[in-house]
């Protein structure tokens, strides 16, 4: 693990993730920050909300979003990536599936791989063992594209594990040593709202693996779905960031840092029975 998140995840609270989409159509930020200078606003005003980490994106994996060519989101990411490694030691993520992506952002200076495929791509594998980074290893079913036609399960969190035990060691085999693996259920990728539902209350399962969990449930539509309007969406989403971080998550990923933030900094007071 790289001594920036390590020290990060050894401070023994929840992390915030702040989410920087550089995509023209992302879930929530709809294109409000594609724009170079604003992207880097917007990540000095999450860092002074308190951030821990930023996760800079430059593929929409909405559901239904299409493919985006790897010289496109080279495009997008690297560019704020170096300005933003100028101005700031804060630990900064990428999330990508491009093992290109992930070559140039190393050499940018990241200090996270957040992959919502898992190193499935080809190449993705060796290059992100030789970048000698952290990564997220996220669980998906199905592709973005069509993933939420109709998720199906047997059994969900066994099917979950399952896979996690073979994306870790298939990780080990490729030479990513275990201690920079992060591990994340991945709401809303090919799960219906019962599951991700469901999900929050079994996070507990997954400490199997002994490895920090990241979740990411910000805005997404199980719970825009349970609360209905847009205003209710980031007190919809501090709550689930809240249950999720007792049920054992260690990042939340997040898009309202300020009041996640203040919401957590309860959350670990009570825990504590300390004011933090
Ligand atoms: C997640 C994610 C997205 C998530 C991790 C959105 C890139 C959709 N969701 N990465 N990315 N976990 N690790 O709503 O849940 O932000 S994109």
């Known amino acids: 693990m790289s001594s920036k998140l390590a020290s990060l995840l050894d401070q023994r609270r929840p992390l915030v993730m702040g989410i920087l989409n550089v995509t023209p159509d992302s879930f929530s930020d709809g294109g409000c920050y594609d724009n170079h200078h604003a992207a880097l606003d917007h990540v000095l005003t999450m860092l002074e909300q308190g951030a821990d980490i930023i996760d800079i994106g430059g593929e929409s994996t909405r559901p239904g979003a299409d493919h985006v060519s790897k010289e496109t989101e080279i495009e997008r990411v690297i560019p704020v990536l170096e300005s933003l490694r100028a101005l700031t030691d804060a630990c900064i993520s990428v999330d990508t599936s491009t093992p290109e992506v992930m070559k140039q952002a190393a050499a940018a200076g990241c200090d996270l791989i957040n992959d919502v495929r898992s190193l499935t791509r080809a190449d993705a594998l060796s290059v992100a063992a030789t970048t000698s980074l952290p990564v997220c290893l996220m669980h998906m079913q199905g592709e973005p594209k069509t993933m939420q036609e109709n998720p199906c399960y047997e059994n969900l969190i066994d099917e979950i594990c399952a896979f996690f035990s073979e994306r870790i060691a298939v990780c080990e085999e490729a030479g990513i040593d275990r201690q920079r693996l ?7 990728f090919g799960k219906t709202p019962e599951h ?45 960031a809240l249950l999720a971080v007792t049920g054992g998550a260690k990042i939340v990923r997040v898009h309202d840092v300020k009041e996640t933030v203040a919401a957590l900094k309860i959350a670990t007071s009570i825990q504590r029975e300390q004011p933090q």
């Open 196 to 240: 991700n539902l469901m999900l929050v209350n079994r996070l507990g399962q997954l400490d199997t693996f002994e490895l920090p969990i990241l979740v990411g449930l910000s805005r997404k539509s199980t719970i825009s779905k349970i609360v209905g309007s847009d205003e209710s969406l980031k007190a919809g989403s501090i709550a689930g």
């Open 182 to 188: 992060i591990i994340d259920p991945g709401f809303g």
